[in-house]
């Protein structure tokens, strides 16, 4: 079965970086995109990145856009996701997501595959 | 950027009865949505694509309609663990954006 898990959560000072895994089995995993979500304690849902399964194709959420790379390697099964100059803002649970349908083709859409999250808390 | 307006942003229900949760699209997103159901300390779980879809293993008690700019989401017969919070997602293009959530509370 499909399985995603992050990892590289925990705390960090504001201005510093940190770098998120999603480690994904269960599926042809270069075939499929992988969406990054997030959520501040007690609040909603923010989209905030989306990269291709060739890895060719990136976008951003405006909020982290110039700040957050995402990057895969599609031998490792892993997606990364390195956030630089970090601020109290992006405190929050990280989750990654498996794409609706391989190559990106159709909807582009987070499954029912999601990971269990990883909480980054930026503090001082 | 499209944004997604939801709601009501909470809602109080008892069981076995039929909620309508609404969510308006800032500009046309043909049948681009989908919805989720998030409980506490959990990832969300995918309920509807493409605006109506099921999900493979969703109960047929939930159902959504809606096209360009306003849809639906409604759960019939409401068992207790429906109650949570529910978003709905924009897929039409980047960046998405989900809406504010809807809290489902007994």
């Known amino acids: 079965q499909v399985q995603m898990e992050e990892s590289g959560g925990g705390v960090v000072q504001p201005g510093r970086s940190l770098r998120l895994s999603c480690a994904a089995s269960?599926?042809?995993?270069?075939?499929?995109?992988i969406h990054w979500v997030r959520q501040p304690p007690g609040k909603g849902l923010e989209w905030v990145t989306y990269?291709?399964?060739?890895?060719?194709?990136?976008y951003y959420a405006a909020s982290v856009k110039g700040r957050f790379i995402v990057s895969r390697d599609n031998s490792k099964k892993t997606v990364f996701l390195l956030m630089n100059s970090l601020t109290e803002d992006d405190t929050a649970v990280y989750y990654c997501?498996?794409?609706?349908?391989?190559?990106?083709?159709?909807?582009?859409?987070?499954?029912?595959?999601w990971g269990q999250g990883t909480l980054i808390t930026v503090s001082s | 950027d499209i944004q997604m307006t939801q709601s009501p942003s909470s809602l109080s229900a008892s069981v076995g009865d039929r909620v309508t949760i609404t969510c308006r699209a800032s500009q046309g997103i043909r049948n681009d949505l989908a919805w989720f159901q998030q409980k506490p300390g959990k990832a969300p779980k995918r309920l509807i694509y493409?605006?109506?879809s099921l999900q493979s293993g969703v109960p047929s008690r939930f159902s959504a309609s809606g096209s360009g700019t306003e849809f639906t989401l409604t759960i019939s017969n409401l068992q207790p663990e429906d109650f949570a919070t529910y978003y709905c997602l924009h897929h039409t293009g980047f960046p998405l954006t989900f809406g504010q959530g809807t809290k489902l509370e007994i």
């Open positions: 269960g599926f042809t995993f270069s075939n499929y995109g």
């Open positions: 990269i291709s399964h060739d890895g060719n194709k990136e």
């Open positions: 493409g605006s109506w």
């Open positions: 997501a498996k794409d609706h349908g391989p190559g990106g083709i159709g909807w582009v859409v987070p499954s029912d595959d």
